[in-house]
T-cell receptor
Framework: AQSVAQPEDQVNVAEGNPLTVKCTYS??????LFWYVQYPNRGLQFLLK????DNLVKGSYGFEAEFNKSQTSFHLKKPSALVSDSALYFC?????????????WGLGTSLAVNP | NAGVTQTPKFQVLKTGQSMTLQCAQD?????MYWYRQDPGMGLRLIYY???????DKGEVPNGYNVSRLNKREFSLRLESAAPSQTSVYFC???????????????FGDGTRLSIL
């Protein structure tokens, strides 16, 4: 069965330091992978996606994510964190093969960037 | 450009009351979705509409009904509210035509619903 995991409920980083928010997945076919961000009292906003091609995907607000097929991971990264990056981050995966191709959401990781 | 608009933003109901949550998108998107977000549970799909005129159950449809009124509007109805339906409800839309797509979803800012 397909699944997605965000192993850290919370990540704390200092402003200016690099940040990583982790996501691992399990699918039977090839994955479609997505990252979304949710600011307080707002809806989710799409950051980036991996469908095929280059393993390093660049997205909005300076974020990027690296698809690693052997480790079944799709970690979100940013070279230099901003206080305004503090938010809830969701990873989502869809299996592009098999009978179950529904979009599966992770439970979210709360990112706190400290000044 | 408003994107996805949800009304109301907040609502308090008594157990057994009914209400309809409204959602409209102005992006000419084909697919629309209703989710609920609860602490520790992430996002759970209630119902979706892969195209105008079609609706399908998601992960947690019990206690809810939906109507895809036209291409722009997708409403969610609670016929007899229960405390377990206290949640934040999000509507989303996507260019995707059909259930399975690599197109991203665009979300409204949610309706915060409390049922006493």
């Amino acid at each position: 069965a397909q699944s997605v995991a965000q192993p850290e409920d919370q990540v704390n980083v200092a402003e200016g330091n690099p940040l990583t928010v982790k996501c691992t997945y399990s699918v039977s076919g090839n994955p479609y992978l997505f990252w979304y961000v949710q600011y307080p009292n707002r809806g989710l906003q799409f950051l980036l996606k991996y469908i095929t091609g280059d393993n390093l995907v660049k997205g909005s607000y300076g974020f990027e994510a690296e698809f690693n097929k052997s480790q079944t991971s799709f970690h979100l990264k940013k070279p230099s964190a901003l206080v305004s990056d503090s938010a809830l981050y969701f990873c989502a995966v869809r299996d592009n093969a098999g009978n179950n191709r529904k979009l599966i959401w992770g439970l979210g990781t709360s990112l706190a960037v400290n000044p | 450009n408003a994107g996805v608009t949800q009304t109301p933003k907040f609502q308090v109901l008594k157990t057994g009351q009914s209400m309809t949550l409204q959602c409209a998108q102005d992006m000419n998107h084909n697919s629309m979705y209703w989710y609920r977000q609860d602490p520790g549970m992430g996002l759970r799909l209630i119902y979706y509409s892969a195209s105008e005129g079609t609706t399908d159950k998601g992960e947690v449809p019990n206690g809810y009904n939906v109507s895809r009124l036209n291409k722009r509007e997708f409403s969610l109805r609670l016929e007899s509210a229960a405390p377990s339906q206290t949640s934040v409800y999000f509507c989303a839309s996507s260019e995707a035509l059909g259930q399975y797509s690599n197109q991203p979803q665009h979300f409204g800012d949610g309706t915060r619903l409390s049922i006493l």
